[in-house]
């Protein structure tokens, strides 16, 4: 999964680098001719930088929980592995019942 992503980071990163040279090509004019994008005129403007902006927020999350930041879950295992330790803990009389109960109760189990 991680080769696709970083695959197609690549190729999006490549395709914006050589759009920017691209629009280097019409040094200073406004003119695009009759092009089939330009319908939207000064509406799709800002529509597609925020769009773009979006897509860049998103991608750059999605790529920062993959490679582990952000958020942390504790192991499926460490609820079970807390009320193991307790019952062991009670088993060798280190603590007595109602304390059994009561920490018992607190781990939700």
């Known amino acids: 999964m991680r080769k696709i992503l970083t695959g197609a980071l ?3 990163l490549a395709a914006t680098i050589s759009t920017a040279a691209l629009a280097q090509y ?3 004019g406004y003119y ?3 092009h089939p994008m330009m319908w939207g005129g ?3 403007g ?3 930088m925020l769009l773009m902006v979006v897509f860049v927020v998103i991608a750059v999350i999605v790529i ?3 490679f582990g ?3 942390h879950k504790a192991p499926s295992g460490t609820h079970d592995r807390a009320l193991e330790i307790l019952g062991e803990r009670f088993a060798k009389g280190e603590i007595d019942k109602a304390e059994f109960e009561e920490r018992k ?3 939700g189990g």
């Open 64 to 66: 920062a929980r993959i």
């Open 105 to 107: 109760k607190a781990l």
């Open 46 to 48: 800002p529509v597609m």
């Open 32 to 34: 695009y001719g009759d």
């Open 26 to 28: 019409n040094q200073g």
């Open 69 to 71: 930041f952000g958020g």
């Open 42 to 44: 000064m509406f799709m």
């Open 10 to 12: 690549a190729g999006l």
